[in-house]
């Protein structure tokens, strides 16, 4: 088993949390619930940054004390977490005493410490340079943009003060070494070749102290009453103060440690050059270092990084509120490539959650407890135990995508590499194969010809093959899981969620199921003005009628020759058997096609294409390169007339 220790960042409290908060948040509870559920022991914490400059101006605007101002914005963002179903474990707040004991004694020692070359690990020294209140810290003339912060465009000030320095440049060969031989330590790749790219710039020291007399929002510096801690020094140490880390022993109270840090790529240099950095010279040797930092991409709002300044956040709630909280959890991690930028858009909100959790989730859900109802008089069927072997045909055809035991073994794998994406793909996958094997292997028309042993078996493979989905998705969606476990007639098994999860056999036959309420009721989306209706450009209603469009079954598809594009099928409309062509082969391969029910135009105008006859033409969705077929939500036979 493999301890697992996963922070976040910890959040300004100048600012309510906004859906880049959350995500995080939430990225960070599904992979601590995903490593739970694997049976690590696991231990997930996250927090709040309170101290600095920005929130110090912030509570003065105010009129109110900074400490009374973070408590407030502090409760706004337990309770935000609370409602989107966040399981941390601790949550540390840099004015805590635990942490501000943790920083002062580090502080300290570093200052009483002289690095492997006998130099002074904390030094002071006149500082003269160009000063951002606003980001609290100092630029040089050539870092300037036009005169002014080239982080936040704000206008900078010259300042000429002592300060206390960090050598933290006494440590850029041992990280560049340290990087470059540890390829897990920066995640993804691109992010460590960008840190290794700022590494070739000689490193400078670190200035960690702010004079009071401008700041005194921080926490004091042992060794000069007049200063405080630099922020971001106070701030990375959360991650060892809240385990209890004990500078004497170099022990820690809760023995998480190394940890695995998830970021925003806004504040990789912090955390891949400064944290590691500050660790080593507080003693901690390379096998003590994060295990990872993985960076996140953003979400852009129009292009743009959603932020305060910016005047384009969304607020978390609000969405929960419209959408519950499961829809947006599973739209935050699915929407986003890990360590990629993404576009929050409510159209693609609502139909991500249309297409893959009304239809693919919710509908196999529905279909499979109405089945087991009508035909198992409501039990889950007996299968006799054992691992169902899948026919020959069941495996040609691509029913299930793989035999539903595997799912979590290849979670496994996914998980451990930070591959999440791909996880989760999978797992939507396998729902969407149970309801092909549903299609395939027609429960219904087994009830008919009271094929009791196949029926049984069908129904078992779905509904299991279901609960394994459902239990996979659970770190995504908890609440929905849970409630698909329930309507399956079971119920979460606190042992299922430490590692029980067994790869087949899990629902008892003979349980009794209980059929609820439909789990993702389609969205509606107010359609947005199209082209065609702004221009007036309608076609009326008798127009669309006199297309003759009908549901056709594919019986054979071969490719044509010299055509990479084209397929050649031979469908049935009824009794009527005829052939058309379509440029499907890039999206299709011919096994694929057979015995699907497609949609087909009927009485278009017959053509030729590359010589062969197409009577007809059938329809598929596209966007870019992707082209899907267009087929019935149920069965239903060839020849029936769509409208
Ligand atoms: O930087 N998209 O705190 P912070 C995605 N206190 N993620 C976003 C985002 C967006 N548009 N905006 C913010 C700090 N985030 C420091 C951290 S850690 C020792 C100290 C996320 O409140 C992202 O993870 O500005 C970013 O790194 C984090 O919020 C920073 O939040």
Redesign the pocket.
């Known amino acids: 088993m493999k301890k697992f220790y996963i922070t976040t960042?910890?959040?300004?409290v100048n600012d309510e949390p906004h859906i880049?908060?959350a995500?995080?948040t939430v990225l960070a509870d599904v992979f601590a619930r995903y490593h739970r559920l694997l049976g690590n022991p696991t231990y997930f914490l996250t927090g709040t940054?309170e101290h600095g400059q920005k929130l110090q101006d912030t509570a003065l605007n105010k009129g109110i004390e900074p400490q009374r101002y973070c408590d407030d914005i502090v409760k706004g963002f337990k309770e935000t977490w609370r409602k989107l179903n966040i399981k941390n474990d601790d949550f540390i707040r840099t004015t805590e005493k635990r942490h501000i004991d943790v920083v002062t004694l580090i502080l300290k020692k570093l200052y009483e410490s002289k690095n492997e070359a006998g130099q002074s690990q904390i030094y002071d020294a006149e500082y003269e340079g160009w000063y951002c209140k606003y980001e609290e810290r100092y630029w040089t003339e050539k870092d300037l943009v036009e005169g002014k912060c080239p982080e936040c465009n704000r206008p900078v000030q010259r300042l000429s003060e002592k300060n206390y320095f960090f050598r933290m440049s006494f440590y850029q060969d041992w990280l560049v070494d340290y990087i470059k031989n540890h390829p897990q330590f920066i995640q993804p790749d691109f992010r460590r070749n960008e840190v290794l790219g700022f590494l070739k710039q000689p490193l400078g020291d670190l200035c960690i102290s702010r004079p009071k007399k401008r700041l005194s929002w921080g926490i004091p510096l042992p060794f000069d009453e007049d200063y405080v801690c630099y922020v971001w020094f106070d701030?990375?140490i959360?991650y060892i103060s809240a385990i209890g880390y004990n500078h004497e022993t170099g022990e820690f109270e809760k023995d998480w440690w190394p940890a695995v840090h998830l970021?925003?790529k806004?504040?990789l240099t912090t955390h891949a050059v400064y944290w590691p950095c500050m660790l080593k010279a507080i003693g901690f040797d390379d096998d003590k270092m994060p295990k990872t930092i993985f960076a996140?991409g953003?979400?852009l709002q129009e292009g743009a990084?959603?932020?305060k300044s910016v005047g384009n956040v969304i607020k978390p709630l609000d969405l929960v509120d419209k959408y519950g909280v499961d829809p947006f959890r599973f739209y935050l991690i699915r929407e986003m490539t890990l360590g990629q930028d993404a576009t929050f858009s409510e159209e693609s909100f609502i139909k991500r959650y249309n297409s893959e959790l009304a239809n693919d989730l919710g509908n196999l859900l529905s279909r499979t407890v109405k089945m087991i109802s009508s035909y198992c008089d409501g039990k889950i069927p007996d299968c006799d135990g054992k691992i169902p072997e899948f026919s020959e045909q069941e495996k040609a055809e691509q029913t299930l995508d793989e035999l539903p035991y595997l799912q979590v073994k290849q979670l496994k794998e996914e998980l451990n590499a930070f591959r999440l994406n791909n996880a989760v793909d999978k797992i939507m996958s396998f729902v969407r194969s149970i309801n092909r094997f549903i299609e395939h292997n027609k429960p219904w028309v087994l009830a008919k010809q009271n094929d009791k042993l196949e029926l049984n078996r069908v129904l078992y493979v779905a509904a299991e093959s279901l609960f394994i989905s459902a239990v996979c998705l659970h770190p995504i969606i908890p609440s929905k899981s849970e409630e698909i476990i329930s309507q399956l007639g079971h119920k979460i098994d606190s042992k299922l969620f430490s590692g029980g999860l067994k790869d087949w056999g899990n629902l008892q036959p003979g349980t009794k199921i209980k059929p609820g309420e439909s789990l993702f009721p389609r969205l509606q989306k107010v359609k947005p003005e199209t082209e065609n209706s702004e221009k007036g450009e309608y076609i009326s209603f008798d127009d669309f009628k006199k297309a003759d469009i009908r549901v056709a079954e594919v019986i054979s598809a071969d490719k044509v020759t010299g055509a990479d594009k084209l397929l050649q099928l031979q469908i049935k409309i009824g009794k009527e058997q005829r052939q058309i062509v379509a440029g499907i082969a890039k999206n299709y391969s011919p096994e694929d096609l057979i015995g699907k029910k497609i949609i087909v135009v009927v009485n278009l105008q017959p053509v030729k294409i590359r010589g062969i006859e197409s009577n007809g033409m059938l329809l598929a969705a596209t966007s870019g390169k992707k082209l899907v077929l267009l087929t019935t939500d149920m069965d239903i036979e060839s020849g029936a007339g769509v409208s």
């Open positions: 960042p910890i959040y300004y880049g908060h995500y995080c940054d701030a990375l959360n970021i925003g806004d504040i996140t953003w979400w990084k959603m932020s």
